[in-house]
């Protein structure tokens, strides 16, 4: 039997992909799509789940909305893969009680392109190594939020195998303290929005006479993330509660 996929922001520049995906794959069912400009779609998450039987929610929709849509789906049973920014470790840490209590999954990543999985990954590897690491933040112009999920994945991430060496506090900085950047999960992150970026993401480590940069960049095409994103869609059923971040999904 297929799965049955609703994908919310249907009409979007990664959700419009996802769902050429979902139509594309014998194994999968895009049964609804959400979309607030497409009058051929329905206009909520919620109202799309009570019409339709659904097995997961897929979100590619925008950090004001994402929230709520994830809770519409848990409420209802329904499994959610996330793809939207916007969301806070406290809010996975809500999300993920809500979707233990209703016997749910979540999968959830900053970035579902597979080398944004490596970079990931390789950075927390690093950090096992090296003690001193901050995190640049790239994107679009017209990006609302700051910082992307790719970035805030990597700095509690990274944040889980400890916190980075740092010989001047950022308290006690002088001049404008805001210039170190935004502490995330204890580590400084730089975001810089503008023209002609999609999303990067840079850590960079540094020790005595030595530096290591990790680097991703994606192009302008939304090609990447869904491969990632059908993984996850394939791998939610049975989970319960929140799994954070692509790379946990190819071990």
Known sequence: MAIRVCVAGATGWTGSAVAEAVRAADDLELVAGVSRSDPASYSSVAAALDAVPTDVLVD??????????????????????????GLSAADYEEL?????????????AGNFSLT????????VDAARHLDAWEVIDFASATKPDAPSG???ELAERLG???????????????????????????????????????????????????????????????APYVAGTLLAVRSVAGR????????????
């Open 60 to 85: 590619y929709t925008h950090a004001s909305v994402v929230k709520q849509n994830v809770v519409a789906a848990i409420e209802r049973g329904v499994n959610v893969v996330v793809g939207s920014s």
């Open 160 to 222: 889980v195998v400890r916190a980075p060496a740092a010989p001047v506090p950022v308290d006690d900085v002088l001049g404008a303290r805001e210039a170190r950047g935004a502490a995330v999960a204890g580590t400084q992150v730089h975001s810089l929005r503008l023209p002609s970026f999609v999303v990067s993401t840079e850590v960079v480590f540094a020790a005595a006479g030595e530096r290591l940069t990790i680097r991703h960049d994606a192009a302008e095409t939304p």
């Open 96 to 108: 993920d009680a809500a979707a233990r209590a209703h016997e749910v999954g979540v999968i959830a």
């Open 150 to 152: 790719t970035a805030r």
């Open 116 to 123: 944004a999985a490596l970079l990931l990954r390789a950075a």
């Open 240 to 251: 319960v509660g929140v799994t954070r971040g692509l790379d946990r999904l190819l071990e």
